[in-house]
């Protein structure tokens, strides 16, 4: 029986293996509770380690929705919640895992990995995450974990807000379940043009957490306009990082002594291109910063270069990776066993002279070296010959030299294996030494891809650079939806607001483009706070702090809940989330329930927002009544998108257009569509008298 | 080269070859135009071949749609019709071919298949129709079609008129394409217990075409009444029904002279069973009638049965299919074989005897026949064998006598293989002539395997039989969905309906079972007119001449059109369509445009189906102002489904009550969904005024 040893156990939260791995980050979550929610996410794979603390359940959800782990332990005070560990689960469809939350297992674990325990984990709940989290990555890989260096907690707040609906309704990186839509058809399909996996995984990142303060966000503007001015630079840089390797994960495994021969191929082979991009980058003062952030590391790849044969093998035990001349003893090692096969081929043909036999030096793995001679010449075999072994009509004869040499060739081959094993090994740990500075460099990269990636979607698309208000103005020229945008034909529409004008009361049919007009804008903000170019002629715009939306797709059912009730939770939260500094997009509240009902909802929930919450609000309806708001409400305007009913049926303009839509239009569409005339007039009676009504309605009502 | 003659084309609609047809029946059809539209459908597989007469462009689609084609022929009319053929294309996305329509091609084919012109090809449009689908059928077929045994003109007002869009709303064949729903959770899915593919494709038929007689359909009660109460003959007869052949495809390929050996003996094998069949059925008098019509074809089974072999092979060009005693000459050439093998078998004992040589007899394609010789026995060999063949360490021999009975077998097995496709020929010529016995015995299977399967469907969920009411009264005590309520824990419900009470308000939340409740009422129609039980306690029912839906699923795009332009569609449909003895199930009729329109058209459509069309019209809204109806209207009434807020959340009760819903409902969901109270303060301000407006609205806009 061989006995061996577990060193490593496979789960989807601590994978490191490269090829079972997604590209995206691949993260570990821990969720403890105690004063609040604390978060630890860690990614085995690349080292990142990182926490938070929140206060409300729905923004914890938000924030795992965002980070999406694949693998998640739950604190046992969660667990024995029935109530809530169903509600995770129907959220979160990931594994969930048994972890070690008590304090004091997480302060082992923290020691051990870091010697103290690192700064930022002084909320308890965040400490007991933090600790399991990093315990069940420990237990897992077998001992410590090179790869991670340190903790870093954030503030949630230093980030615009995106709730998990949000993220789905404006399709940042999944397509919306109905309809025929295409991995393409999403905001990270449109943008995604970066061309390393860590730039693709920083994009994700960023598009999760959107910046609130304005210094950061020039910052990366500066750099993408770079980009954008310079399209030969940026070709270049483009192309350059489409040969750079996974260095985030390769730096991970380095750390972690994981590498193989080929890693460190692939490393040195992407080293070797640095000084290139950094020659090119030199040349603008908005990428200079980047240049000199990477770190040199010019060293580390010569040192590869040197000890590394060009086409590595994968396997590092079996020879065959080490160059001629870089090892002395490897070197006479390879001679000797070069000299005695030499010596081998020459046998064959001398005694071939010597007897006149045509004998063949064979070798094979049971006897050995043998020599090797047909029925018709055994009469002629010298007498020093000993035979091994007797076919049909051949025989195999061994001599003493031969076996001596044959040990003299296994030897020495041996010893060069083992002799290339421990410079490798060698190697890997010098190298390995450096894995925090291919961590820095793989970051500053990804840094870079992103804003190439936002650069090349800026020149290709046409996207211009925003600007931000401090007065809180918002103005969109020829605003577009960058994912819609792209299937072609698309009208583009303007959009102003600001704290005087905050409530922007949307009518008009279905199918007119009033969702889009909505999520077009939610993009815009949040593209722009992630520092990047925004599809529009001009945009001006407010720091906002968070986005809501409550777009109803279709009456699905989410988790046995009715489409209203969940609607009527989404519009709970931005009612109590929202702030003047929010922008807020509400689309057919009140749809799902009766007329009157709804109506008040609907109509209440505005005033609120308008009066109380002071948020940016599009507000696109079905209640005609709605328009009224206008006049009574001094923040408040009528906009409407146009349709007109021409002869070849109705046509859609997809404008948004100052004042209400039409009211008769339902009347327009029937006629159309051969509803018989005797009941349109019929309607149109009753409309006539509804319409006398409702001014004096909604004028009692509000008074 | 060889020349080949194209014997026969394979097109989706013509197929023959059972591996690969659907199940389902597969239809070619043609569309021709001239005083109404002529459609013409031919299952080539069946021969069935049948055709009607159409004034309406959409009810032609939705014959098509119940019928699905395979492949269609669009006379020249119509593909030059752009606008057409691209709706055509649209809506039904399956092969189109040229067709012959001009009317002289047309009566060449009709008469080079049944030697005159058929009744019920009067009307021009049908003829060209039916010419222009049997003409392509004979060129892709490569000649006549004896299949094709005539033509049946059908009436279509002799069958309940369902639309396109009723059959997908209820879900019949296909599951709805949003959600999660498959193939089980269709009524097909549910219904379909036949146990032969003709049952299952007559039971489609069934659905697409219920009767609006009461006589036929009480006689198909009767039968499967009789089925229902003896649940040991419904086990036996679907027991034996389970062991039949497709009959009705085995007849067209019959017919067509294309059956194969194995066709035959399934055919056998089937047959048999007939009669075991009839003894069942015998004993009950409403089944007897069935029994009766089975045509005896015991002499055919008795005939393939002496002929063939039990286990037939594949091909039937070589050999192995006749029986032993069936034919004396084919019996001669046999033995005649087989003796010539005796005397090889013979020959090697007789000669290692003789020889003393341990020779073997063998045989290979090159050389036939040979006496295979080793080399130490090369000096025994006979003078009078000759060398044919020398290999290493063997040869091999013949000798005169070999060679003579080495043709002799030859010769005998040659003779054998081309009587014994002869006999075949001759079986498959004399059981061609019975085909069209055995689709006569196919179409009686057919009917009693789906009286079997509703009998057992009624059986096992619970069915009971529907009475039908001259005056017509519809009373439903407890009545279920007969798909939903597979899911478990389904609350049925009553319904009643008369000329006197004909408009039913139907109010209430989403999720609450309304759309249930509606499309469960539209299917017990539809069963109990293809003479079913039906999913209730009792049912009385009028006869129904239509069965007309309009229940949105979602805000789903169909062909580019808004969902409010096909909704208006289709209550135009209706609103000229229905009649006194329609059923009309209406949804939600004005959602998708502003409040007020919609609200006047739907006000308008309930007014007009009430006092002008006075159909059966259950009409679930959201307009609470509807609820004022049945104050107004003599036989309009409210109901409402039950909801209620309870600790833990909503509970739906999905229980039809008398009355109006309340009002406060959503007001209640937005409570529990955390709206804030002051929002909610509000809006139940708003609602009180709007609700003490209402009444007045609806009083003055009425008078």
Redesign the interface.
């Known amino acids: 029986l061989v006995r061996r040893e577990v060193t490593q156990l496979l789960t989807p939260g601590t994978l490191t293996q490269e090829t079972l791995l997604r590209p995206e980050a691949n993260y570990l979550a821990a969720l403890a509770t105690g004063d609040g929610y604390g978060l630890a996410l860690l990614d085995v794979s690349t080292g990142e380690f990182r926490g938070a603390v929140f206060y409300g359940k729905s923004s914890v959800y938000d924030e795992l929705f965002r980070y999406r782990p694949a693998e998640v332990l739950l604190a046992p005070e969660l667990c024995r919640n029935e109530g809530f560990l169903e509600e995770f689960q129907r959220r979160f469809p990931v594994m969930l895992s048994a972890g070690r939350f008590e304090e004091e297992a997480g302060l082992q674990a923290l020691r051990a990995q870091f010697g103290a325990v690192p700064g930022g984990l002084e909320h308890p709940a965040l400490l007991r995450a933090a600790g399991a989290v990093l315990g069940y990555a420990q237990s897992t890989q077998g001992g410590a974990l090179p790869q991670v260096q340190g903790f870093v907690r954030y503030d949630p707040s230093a980030f615009m807000q995106l709730s998990e609906a949000t993220l789905r309704t404006l399709e940042v990186y999944d397509p919306s379940p109905?309809?025929e839509s295409s991995e393409e058809r999403t905001l990270m399909g449109v943008l995604g043009l970066t061309r390393t996996a860590p730039g693709r995984r920083l994009l994700r990142a960023w598009l999760r957490h959107p910046l609130v303060e304005e210094g950061p966000i020039q910052a990366r503007l500066d750099a993408v306009e770079a980009l954008v001015r310079d399209g030969v630079l940026r070709e270049a840089v483009r192309k350059i990082l489409y040969r750079i390797h996974d260095l985030e994960r390769l730096a991970g495994r380095l750390a972690a002594g994981r590498a193989n021969a080929r890693d460190l191929s692939a490393l040195a082979r992407s080293l070797e291109l640095l000084p290139e991009l950094v020659g090119l980058l030199r040349g603008s003062s908005a990428l200079l910063g980047t240049a000199e952030r990477l770190p040199d590391l010019a060293e580390v790849a010569e040192r590869i270069h040197t000890a590394l044969v060009e086409e590595v093998p994968l396997k590092v035990t079996e020879g065959g990776l080490i160059r001629d001349g870089f090892d002395p003893e490897l070197d006479a090692l390879r001679q000797r066993a070069e000299a005695a096969r030499a010596w081998l081929a020459g046998l064959e043909a001398a005694e071939r002279e010597r007897s006149g036999i045509p004998l063949k030096v064979g070798y094979n793995q049971v006897i050995g070296y043998y020599l090797e001679v047909t029925r018709p010449y055994y009469a002629q075999v010298p007498s020093d010959w000993r035979a091994i072994a007797t076919l049909k009509d051949r025989q195999r004869y061994t001599r003493p030299d031969l076996r001596e040499k044959e040990r003299e060739i296994l030897l020495a081959e041996s010893e060069a294996r083992k002799r290339e094993y421990a410079a490798f090994l060698e190697l890997r740990e010098s190298v390995g030494q450096a894995a925090p500075l291919v961590r820095e460099a793989a970051a500053v990269l990804a840094e870079l891809d992103v804003y190439a990636a936002l650069a090349e979607a800026a020149a290709q698309y046409g996207y211009v650079r925003p600007r931000f208000s401090a007065e809180g103005r918002l103005y969109i020229r020829a605003g577009r939806h960058p994912v819609v945008e792209r299937g072609g034909g698309f009208i583009p529409n303007d959009l102003e607001l600001s704290p005087g004008e905050r409530l922007l009361i949307l009518?008009g049919?279905?199918?007119a483009g009033k969702s889009t007009y909505l999520r077009q804008t939610a993009l815009i903000a949040l593209l722009a706070q992630i520092g990047s170019f925004v599809p529009a002629e001009e945009a001006l715009l407010p720091l906002f702090d968070r986005v809501y939306t409550r777009i109803g797709?279709?009456?699905?059912?989410a988790g046995g809940?009715?489409?209203?009730?969940v609607e009527?939770?989404e519009?709970?939260?931005i009612?109590?989330g929202a702030t003047g500094r929010s922008l807020v997009l509400l689309d057919e509240i009140?749809?799902?329930?009766?007329?009157?009902?709804?109506?008040?909802?609907a109509?209440?929930?505005a005033?609120?927002l308008h009066d109380?919450v002071r948020s940016y609000t599009l507000f696109a309806t079905?209640?005609?009544?709605l328009t009224a708001l206008p006049e009574r409400l001094s923040g408040a305007r009528n906009f409407h998108v146009a349709a007109r009913e021409e002869a070849g049926?109705?046509v859609?303009y997809h404008q948004v257009l100052p004042g209400p839509?039409s009211?008769?239009?339902?009347?327009e569409?029937?006629k159309?569509?051969?509803?018989?005339r005797?009941?349109?007039g019929?309607?149109?009676?009753?409309?006539a008298?509804?319409?006398a009504?409702?001014g004096?309605?909604g004028q009692?009502?509000l008074d």
Request: aromatic share 8%; proline share 3%; glycine share 10%.
């Open positions: 109905v309809g009518t049919p279905n199918m797709a279709s009456d699905d059912i809940r009715s489409t209203f009730m009527m939770e519009l709970a939260q009612l109590q009140g749809r799902g329930t009766s007329t009157y009902d709804g109506l008040s909802l109509w209440a929930a005033e609120h109380k079905h209640y005609f009544e049926g109705l859609f839509a009211r008769s239009y339902g009347l569409v029937a159309l569509a051969g509803v018989p005797e009941v349109l019929r309607a149109a009676t009753l409309l008298g509804l319409e009504q409702v004096d309605v009692e009502v």
